[in-house]
């Protein structure tokens, strides 16, 4: 069996980085669930198998043509593996209904992966959504909100 660390790593490097689709034949079980975590929602799991995994990643290379991640941090205990990832891309094409900003994000997330089998069978997301959103212009940014809710708040108190 792979070593878990390398197996991951293949899915970042060599599926996403270097765009090789057949890698998800290997490294993903057929019966794979994906929990995309969010704040305020169930983790539901929804199924993620081989070819989903490269339907999922070719909408994000369509609307994000340089789209490159960048492994932070890797650590492994047992069956998993946790990653913190850092996401470089251009809004090139209209994603989510978004149109095309031109504009180049930068953004954080946390995975982790179970391994079994030697495939990946089950993972984890965190995606900085709001941090996404805002770098593309759709949301304000971080600091406008908080300075509207301030002023919000201060108007209902008078």
Same mark, same amino acid.
């Given at each position: 069996?792979?070593?878990?660390?390398?197996?991951?790593?293949?899915?970042?490097?060599? /599926?996403?980085?270097?765009?090789?689709?057949?890698?998800?034949?290997?490294?993903?079980?057929?019966?794979?669930?994906?929990?995309? /975590?969010?704040?305020?929602?169930?983790?539901?799991?929804?199924?993620?198998?081989?070819?989903?995994?490269?339907?999922?990643?070719?909408?994000?290379?369509?609307?994000?043509?340089?789209?490159?991640?960048?492994?932070?941090?890797?650590?492994?205990?047992?069956?998993?593996?946790?990653?913190?990832?850092?996401?470089?891309?251009?809004?090139?094409?209209?994603?989510?209904?978004?149109?095309?900003?031109?504009?180049?994000?930068?953004?954080?997330?946390?995975?982790?992966?179970?391994?079994?089998?030697?495939?990946?069978?089950?993972?984890?997301?965190?995606?900085?959504?709001?941090?996404?959103?805002?770098?593309?212009?759709? /949301?304000?940014?971080?600091?406008?909100?908080?300075?509207?809710?301030?002023?919000?708040?201060?108007?209902?108190?008078?």
């Amino acid at each position: 069996m792979d070593d878990p660390r390398r197996l991951v790593g293949r899915f970042v490097e060599e /599926l996403w980085n270097k765009r090789q689709f057949d890698v998800a034949d290997e490294i993903f079980a057929d019966d794979c669930v994906t929990h995309q /975590l969010r704040s305020g929602a169930p983790a539901d799991a929804v199924p993620r198998g081989p070819d989903a995994i490269k339907e999922h990643i070719a909408g994000w290379i369509v609307s994000f043509p340089d789209l490159r991640f960048n492994i932070e941090q890797m650590l492994s205990e047992g069956d998993r593996v946790v990653m913190q990832l850092l996401m470089e891309g251009t809004h090139q094409t209209a994603w989510l209904g978004i149109p095309p900003s031109g504009k180049k994000v930068e953004i954080r997330m946390f995975t982790v992966h179970r391994i079994g089998r030697g495939k990946i069978v089950e993972d984890w997301v965190l995606v900085e959504s709001l941090g996404l959103f805002q770098q593309l212009g759709v /949301l304000p940014d971080t600091a406008e909100i908080i300075r509207d809710f301030g002023q919000h708040a201060e108007s209902e108190s008078h």
